[in-house]
C-alpha cells in the first residue's frame, strides 16, 4: 500500500543518514519532553480511521515531538469517558476524538475539565444546543468538519454527475440513515432532492422522510422513464444493507449505484450484477480518500472500468488543524485557537475524484511526506510555539482553507 511506501521512504531516509526536510526530526522545533496526546478512535478496521491515524502516526509523529496513544473500538460516550481516565494514567495531555458522540459530549467535557485534558473533534460537527452547553468550558478546544449543508450538496453533486452520464435506473446505498446516522441521512436526502429536481422522480414522502426509509424503497418518475430503489442499512458482517442491495437487483438492470458511505464491502455484488445483466454500473461513493480506494481505482471490472467511477469525500491531512488545536493548548496557548475564550467551530470541504488519474493525484496531496495538503510547516505557523505570529484568525483561515485549489497553492508555493 501507498501508506507503507511512505512509511519505508521515511525509514531510509532516516537511516541513510541523508539531509531530511524540517518536520522529518522533531528536535528541529522544540527541545524537552515529547507530548502525548490520546486519540479516540470510532473503529480501528474502518478505512477512514485507518487513514487519519496513519497521517498522526506516519506523519505527525514524525516531524513534532508527540506520541499518540490510541483507542480501541468505541462506541459511546460511556467508552470514551472510560478511555479519557486510561489516557491520564498514561500522561496524556489531551484528546483528539474521531467518536464525537452527540448525546454524551458534555460529559465527556466534564470528565475531561475533571482530569485536566484538552478535547477537541478531529472531524466532526456539534450542534448548536451541545456547542452553548460547552463553548465557555477551558478544556473544550473546539470542532474541526464539514458543514451539514456541504454533506448534503455531496449528495447532489453525485447525483447530477451520474444523471449527466445518462444514468436511468439507481440504486441507492443509504447506509446507517435509517439507524441514526445524521451524514448518512442528509447525504441521501440530497440525493433524492436532486432526483426529484433534475430527473422527474415523483416523492411519496418528503425526502428528507424518506431518506430515513427503514425498508427496500421503490420510485419512479411520472412516466417511468426513471426507477430508483432506497436500500437501507450497513454492509458489514451480513448487515440488512446486503440484503437489501440483492433485493433491488434482482428487480431488474442498474445503471448507477450511489452509496452514502463506501462501497467496498459489496462490491462482489456489483460485479455479479453487471455480468448478469452484461453491462456497466456507474458506482458513486462518499467515502473518503483512503488506501482502499486508492487500490481501487487501480483495478479494472469486466468491462475495462474501474470497479469505482466516483469519490467524494474527507482526506488523511483534514485532521491536521485538530493535531494544532490540541497542541497549542496543552503548550499553554489556548487563546491561539479561541477567540474571546470561546471554543471553535471550523469547517471543512471534501474533495471529488472521477477517474485514476484525478483521484492518485489528490491522494497524493494528502498523504505525501513531502507535498502534503496540510503539512508540518503549515501546522507549525499556526501553533504559537512555534510562530509567535499564530492567532486565532490565522488558525480558522488555515483550517478552512481545505479546498484542492487551496492545498495547491501552499504546495507549490512551498516548493
Known sequence: MRRKFISLTLSAVLALGVTTPAWAAAETYADGEVHTIGVVVYD?????????SDYYRDYIQAG???KFIFSGKTTSAEDEIQYIDKMKEQGAEGIISFGGFASGIQDIIEECEKEEMYYALGSNTISDENYEAVKDNPYYMGSVGPKLEDVYQSGCDMTEYFLDKGAKNFVIMSGGASSGNRLHQVRTWGMLNTLEEKAGLVLTEEAETLSTTEEVTKL???DGSVQVTICPGYTEQDGPGLDNLS????DGNCDALMSAFHVSTYLDKIADKEKEQNS???VGSIDSFTDGNYELFQKKDM???APVDYVQGKYASLAGPAFAMIY???TGNSDTVKENGQAARLYQGFWTATNEKDYEELYGYATGIYENAYSC????GVIKVFDDSATPEKFKELTESSSVEDAKARIFDEE
Open 280 to 282: 456497466n454500473i456507474l
Open 220 to 222: 419512479s418518475s411520472e
Open 377 to 380: 510547516d503549515d501546522l507549525q
Open 44 to 52: 480501528p478496521d474502518a478505512s477512514e480511521m485507518e487513514m487519519f
Open 303 to 305: 468491462f475495462g472500468n
Open 247 to 250: 433485493t433491488a437487483f434482482a
Open 328 to 330: 497549542n493548548a496543552i
Open 64 to 66: 513534532f515531538p508527540v
